[in-house]
């Protein structure tokens, strides 16, 4: 049949790129031609979007917003970054969420990623005590700049921020840029 050199990461973009292949075949598509058509595919906006890197620091956007594409988006990442630093910063706007139905899958979730940022206020349940279990590396912020300040002070580089939201989120992936940048920016004058 053929090899596919994918671009994507994550078992579900494999898992998706063989159902498109048999698709295709049932479709009368010979899968050699299905290879090499998938292979030129960078995926769509929203899903593992590379946003731009700053002071050498990668920021990724992902539309991930219940646990089970939390940690398919994170163990995605983690195998295409190995053991790079992974900062996962959160934004639960889906109703869902926001009820806390699935707040006891959100640790397991997230425990490949090193730092957990939590963005929200008013979600009606404790997401410390949900979070709990993944001890120091979370933390919680109900403002939004100074959530961008925290990410930005703990980024390093060669690290991953890997931002996942089902909303515009404020504009956060390009004010972590901004902010990567002008504090990699040099001193001038004096």
Known sequence: MGLLRFQLQGAHNLQNALAAI????????????????????????????????AAGVAVWDDFAH???????????????????????????RSNTMRAGLMKDRLPVSLEQADRVFWYG??????????????????RTESNLERLIAAIVAEAQPGDQVLVMSNGGFGGI???????????AAPATGA
């Open 22 to 53: 048999a698709a295709a075949q049932a479709a009368g598509v010979d899968p050699k031609q299905a290879i090499q058509i998938l292979a030129r595919f960078k995926g769509v906006r929203r899903r593992m979007e590379l946003r731009g890197t």
């Open 173 to 183: 992936h390009e004010r972590l840029l901004a902010s990567l940048s002008t504090r």
């Open 66 to 92: 219940h646990p089970t594409a939390i940690a398919t988006t994170v163990s995605g990442l983690r195998d295409e970054v190995g053991q790079a630093r992974i900062l996962a910063v959160l934004e639960l």
């Open 121 to 138: 206020a008013n979600l009606g349940w404790d997401v410390s005590g949900a979070l709990a279990p993944l001890g120091d590396a979370v």
